[in-house]
């Protein structure tokens, strides 16, 4: 039986601390987007051939969609949960008659919400820039909900893992950034030299953005069941790592 | 002396069964530090108990253990009948948590952080019962501000609103009037006894044992994880509690007469001076100090001043954690 109100309080209070930030949290990636499409866009698109029949400068928006949500939502969640362990205000938490589904649907729906508003603001800037159709909307809708939910619990994960401020960013910034620039967020892997584009399909992040890619254009490098089920996987096994969490206490009970 | 309904209260309830009942409670950290060792502790419903006991006692795990924030290694916790093992969302939806830390979102204004409480604990927004809250705490003016604003004694009033906005019918409070000035602290007692007089059980842990003193209905005192006391404040008191007295002699004694030498009494300072030790917190320690003056007097021993004092329930504290040291 779910506490769908405490959920509810949850829910509202994430979005509220998500609005607080809105400068940092709404502002900061429209700008980065704006200046991609200048640099990637604008400056060097120009120059590039179309790729399976889509225009450079829509070719890099689900890339570009990816690589601010993943970082903006695993960001999000990570501090939604390190900074009430960090200040203490976790006691509330834990001592209220809420369990891991409370937690989980209160924190990961508050991700989806600002990942869906991040999403659009995206999509409205880049259409500034670049004319561009989105042949799935429903599923690319699906898609994002998918990877940001799946990602906000990796957040979380992170967030309960860390005990100092360095821990928290070092894994967005050491690999979960890295790992999307080279995940085909600029190019398709085609366009890699063997034996490179065989290595590329190691990394998870290619699945996510070939997946998104497929929803907008029809096209990708993978197929695209193969990118939902990998998300799938992801979220699934984030699940599990928090019912584990929640059931043992590790780091959030002494 | 307490007033008729706090005894009333007391009388109630202590044939009826308890709403926290903990037993052989233990435990150790990682580290191998022993926090809880066996602990056996009943509470009964609508009393103030008051959990006395030096710093790493163990009163904060013991509280943590009941409230969610520790895992016990081993033992039972019980709460409004519910094992808090198997049941713990009926018994946590009962249980108020003041923590000792000023721990809560410094953004919020206290109105949301207040509403923000109640919700997590599944209940439906009520804002008159909020407006009620904070006017009982001095806080309805300050409901907009956020809570960085605020002064300490404001943000830990902020915390009791918060522990409060989902009625519980238990209260932790972990010491609630740490640093806080003596004024203060004062109005902290009388916002507790109003708690109280609403019929909410409460269990403190602190520092002050003038506070214990003040309002509790039942002391325990814990050290090194072990409960070593329990009991009425007064029948601590009466079994532990002692009177001293000391009379100036307007001559020096070398030998005490038989008929002072009945009492409780020694010579001190080279003869001039008559110590009493002795009776109980009852005050039959006073009655014999008066017997003993009279008996002065029928001997011809004179006197030119008395000092009497009656011990406290930090000399029983600091008496039982010698025993327990021992």
């Given amino acids: 039986m779910i506490a769908w109100r405490s959920t509810w309080s949850i829910y509202t209070r994430e979005l509220m601390r998500f609005l607080r930030t809105a400068f940092q949290s709404v502002l900061a990636p429209v700008l980065t987007t704006s200046l991609y499409f200048i640099v990637f866009g604008a400056a060097i698109g120009g120059r590039m051939p179309d790729l399976g029949g889509v225009d450079y400068g829509a070719f890099i928006i689900p890339g570009l969609l990816m690589l601010t949500l993943l970082g903006e939502t695993t960001s999000n969640s990570s501090f939604g949960i390190y900074m009430p362990r960090f200040t203490g205000t976790i006691y509330e938490l834990l001592s209220a008659p809420v369990g891991v589904a409370e937690t989980l649907l209160g924190f990961v729906g508050a991700a989806i919400t600002k990942s869906l508003i991040l999403a659009a603001i995206i999509l409205v800037t880049a259409r500034l820039f670049v004319d561009y159709t989105i042949v799935h909307p429903f599923l690319a809708l699906i898609y994002i909900m998918l990877v940001a939910a799946a990602f906000s619990l990796f957040g979380f994960i992170l967030g309960i893992w860390a005990d100092n401020f360095e821990k928290l960013g070092i894994i967005p910034l050491l690999f979960l950034t890295p790992l999307t620039f080279l995940g085909g967020t600029f190019y398709s892997i085609d366009m890699l030299p063997k034996p490179w584009d065989t290595i590329a399909l190691a990394n998870p992040i290619v699945y996510l953005v070939s997946g998104l890619r497929w929803t907008f254009y029809g096209s990708s490098d993978v197929n695209i069941w193969i990118s939902f089920g990998i998300t799938l996987a992801f979220l699934a096994i984030c699940v599990g790592v928090i019912t584990f969490i929640f059931r043992t206490g590790w780091r959030l009970r002494s | ?326």
């Fill in chain 2, 1 to 326: 002396m307490p007033d008729q309904s706090r005894t009333r209260i007391r009388t109630l309830d202590a044939s009826a069964s308890p709403i926290v009942d903990i037993s052989a409670l233990t435990k150790v950290y990682p580290g191998g530090l022993t926090a809880l060792d066996g602990v056996d502790l009943r509470i009964r419903k609508g009393e103030i108990f008051a959990l006395l006991g030096p710093n790493g006692a163990g009163k904060t795990t013991l509280i943590g253990a009941i409230c969610g924030l520790v895992t016990p290694t081993s033992g039972s916790i019980r709460v409004f009948g519910h094992d808090l093992a198997t049941d713990w969302r009926k018994a946590r939806q009962r249980i108020g948590l003041v923590p000792q830390e000023l721990s809560t979102d410094m953004f919020d204004p206290v109105m949301r952080a207040v509403s923000y409480s109640r919700g997590l604990f599944g209940l439906a927004p009520d804002p008159a019962r909020i407006e009620e809250i904070l006017r009982s705490l001095s806080l309805w003016d300050k409901r907009e501000e956020r809570i960085m604003a605020l002064s300490g004694g404001m943000k830990r009033r902020v915390l009791i609103a918060k522990a409060l906005a989902h009625e519980p019918d238990l209260l932790f409070l972990d010491e609630p009037t740490a640093g806080v000035d003596v004024e203060l602290r004062k109005g902290m007692w009388s916002i507790i006894d109003e708690m109280r007089s609403r019929g909410v059980t409460i269990i403190l842990t602190t520092h002050y044992i003038e506070e214990a003193e003040e309002m509790a209905d039942r002391v325990g005192v814990i050290r090194k994880g072990r409960i070593i006391a329990v009991d009425e404040k007064e029948a601590l008191m009466a079994r532990l509690g002692r009177t001293e007295a000391h009379i100036a002699l307007a001559a020096p004694l070398q030998v005490l007469p038989p008929e002072i030498a009945r009492f409780s009494v020694e010579l001190e300072d080279g003869g001039t001076s008559l110590c009493y030790r002795g009776g109980d917190g009852t005050g039959k320690g006073k009655a014999e100090v008066a017997e003993l003056t009279k008996a002065l007097y029928a001997a011809g021993i004179d006197y030119t001043g008395i000092e009497i004092r009656e011990s406290s329930l930090e000399d029983i504290f600091v008496s039982l954690l010698g025993e327990g040291e021992q």
